[in-house]
């Protein structure tokens, strides 16, 4: 790649937009690990004291594992799909994972 064509990748839009995107997302997937954390706690709780998981719990863990693993897919440039909240949250219907 010689000078002109990385002076014309720095200056193109689109590459500084997805990186204030990314710096988002990198936010956001931070939040999901806390809420990972205390899911996982809740849930071990739970199956200590009721005998078995709550199915909500279930529900939600998966669908928040789809969404970090959708998020790590956009910030490693493997998916140019944006993760909510610029799209739908992940859900058991329809498939979730797609590198588009």
């Known amino acids: 790649m010689n000078t002109q064509e990385s ?3 720095v200056k193109t839009p689109g ?3 997805r990186g204030l995107y990314m710096l988002l997302f990198a936010f ?3 939040i999901a690990r806390f809420v990972a954390f205390a899911v996982i706690i809740l849930q071990f709780l739970l199956v200590l004291i009721a ?3 709550n199915a909500r719990l279930l529900t939600f863990g ?3 594992s789809t969404y970090t693993y959708q998020v790590l897919l956009f910030l490693t440039f493997n998916s140019e799909r944006h993760p909510y909240p610029l ?5 058991k219907e329809r498939d979730d ?3 588009e």
């Open 7 to 9: 002076t014309t990748l």
């Open 15 to 17: 590459i500084w937009q």
């Open 28 to 30: 956001l997937v931070t």
């Open 51 to 53: 005998g078995g998981p």
């Open 62 to 64: 998966k669908s928040l």
């Open 87 to 91: 799209s739908d949250w992940p859900g």
């Open 97 to 99: 994972i797609q590198t």
